[in-house]
């Protein structure tokens, strides 16, 4: 009876006006102080400006309609959870509905069809390589599915490993086995690389020793590749995909030369060449030009920075800021192989990051830094300054520009010695 019903438009414009009206009897929003909140709406308007530069009025507003979802789920996110019960009450909710997406691809694999009847999806590699479980929708291909998997693993492993009940720690484990056997289904080298990643980050990270997490990491990454999908054994660097691979970025590269600051337009890198990026930092520099990869890359950077700080002074919420950050970089590593700017799994992460600041920063009183100078803060110029608050300054815009420019010179070395 729903059938040709746009649910999330609905639902979305429903969530927005309830949201509108909750701004409006809140006399202060601390979701607002969000550095990611400038950085994303900054992302939009590179998106925008990208096709506003070669006056495209038509791909402008196709802009304008597509990511401005993404940009609406985002504040939805950030504006909505603004305590720690909410938080927490999300990241539980994600975790199952995650479950049910595992649940069914592991039901599609044994009947051949998924839960919405969606056939399986077979890979042009030979017969030997087995059919692939995916969901419909943002998750109808199979690496988007395994990517949204992935994402969760970390948070499972702070339940696991943190400082949880033994029930907790039961069915952590439980659930953690689900979603790993459907990442497995998923055979996808992209999910696999943001797995062992993000194993191995979680771990270093989480132990006291870094010889220790070391260890355990490259455990995890051995488990992965005994039993991972008989695709990831195709990672070979004379892979014919792998040149592809290079022939894209070179691509990329010279779209960039001939439109350095706005890009050739949002989408617009497949327009002439046929394929897209097959990474998602040169994505959003082709086609949104400096200023889109400014945003992009910060958006990485300060969400990275927020959680460390929640990790280095916010004992209670230590763990999700862990698991988030493990998560965080796990989706970076996939999108370096991964033409995944558009999608909304990172904008997830951004968001759940710039909530989980403000709400340990709401609940940790400030201090005076000229009495009280903690080593992690080098400078006292500030008269009060608040412990686990995210901000952004001139030295965080300088270390973005410079992470910026750095890959930039990554990719032109690596197409260099490539070619």
């Given at each position: 009876m729903f059938y040709g019903w746009q649910l999330i438009d609905i639902l979305t414009i429903a969530a927005v006006a309830s949201l509108m009206v909750t701004l409006m009897i809140k006399k202060k929003l601390d979701s607002l102080k969000a550095p990611q909140n400038k950085l994303m709406l900054g992302l939009f308007l590179a998106f925008?400006?990208?096709?506003?530069?070669?006056?495209?009025?038509?791909?402008?507003?196709?802009?304008?309609?597509?990511?401005?979802?993404?940009?609406?789920?985002?504040?939805?996110?950030?504006?909505?959870?603004?305590?720690?019960?909410?938080?927490?009450?999300?990241?539980?909710?994600l975790i199952l509905l995650t479950l049910l997406l595992a649940v069914q691809g592991i039901y599609q694999f044994n009947t051949g069809y998924g839960w919405a009847g969606q056939k399986m999806v077979y890979s042009s590699y030979g017969e030997d390589v087995p059919g692939r479980i995916t969901w419909i929708s943002i998750f109808g291909d199979p690496n988007d599915l395994g990517l949204a998997l992935v994402l969760v693993v970390a948070m499972l492993f702070g339940f696991l490993f943190g400082k949880t009940k033994f029930i907790s720690k039961l069915v952590s484990i439980s659930v953690l086995g689900c979603i790993l056997y459907a990442i497995y289904l998923t055979n996808s080298r992209g999910a696999m690389l943001a797995l062992m990643v993000t194993g191995v980050f979680y771990f270093i990270k989480r132990s006291k020793r870094f010889m220790?997490?070391?260890?355990?990491?490259?455990?995890?990454?051995?488990?992965?590749?005994?039993?991972?999908?008989?695709?990831?054994?195709?990672?070979?660097?004379?892979?014919?995909?792998?040149?592809?691979?290079?022939?894209?970025?070179?691509?990329?590269?010279?779209?960039?030369?001939?439109?350095?600051?706005?890009?050739?337009?949002?989408?617009?890198?497949?327009?002439?060449?046929?394929?897209?990026?097959?990474?998602?930092?040169?994505?959003?520099?082709?086609?949104?030009?400096?200023?889109?990869?400014?945003f992009w890359v910060g958006l990485f950077y300060i969400s990275f920075k927020g959680l460390s700080l929640v990790q280095m002074y916010d004992e209670r919420l230590r763990n999700y800021a862990y698991g988030l950050q493990a998560s965080l970089i796990g989706f970076a590593a996939a999108a370096f192989f991964l033409s995944r700017v558009y999608i909304p799994l990172p904008y997830i992460l951004f968001a759940l990051s710039a909530s989980l600041s403000n709400v340990s920063a709401a609940s940790c009183p400030a201090i005076n830094t000229k009495k009280v100078r903690p080593q992690n803060f080098r400078s006292a110029q500030l008269a009060k300054i608040n412990l686990v608050e995210n901000t952004f300054g001139p030295r965080d815009f300088r270390n973005i520009v410079f992470a910026s420019i750095g890959i930039i010179i990554l990719f032109y070395g690596i197409i260099k010695i490539a070619i």
């Open positions: 925008l400006l990208s096709h506003v530069a070669h006056t495209y009025f038509e791909g402008l507003m196709m802009t304008w309609t597509e990511f401005s979802k993404i940009v609406v789920t985002y504040f939805l996110f950030v504006f909505v959870i603004d305590t720690e019960r909410k938080f927490k009450i999300t990241i539980y909710l220790l997490g070391a260890i355990l990491g490259i455990i995890f990454v051995a488990l992965v590749f005994a039993f991972g999908p008989s695709r990831l054994s195709m990672l070979s660097s004379d892979e014919e995909a792998a040149y592809e691979r290079i022939d894209t970025w070179y691509y990329g590269i010279t779209l960039v030369k001939s439109n350095p600051i706005f890009g050739v337009g949002y989408k617009m890198f497949t327009d002439d060449y046929g394929l897209t990026a097959h990474n998602s930092f040169v994505l959003a520099l082709a086609e949104a030009g400096i200023l889109g990869l400014f």
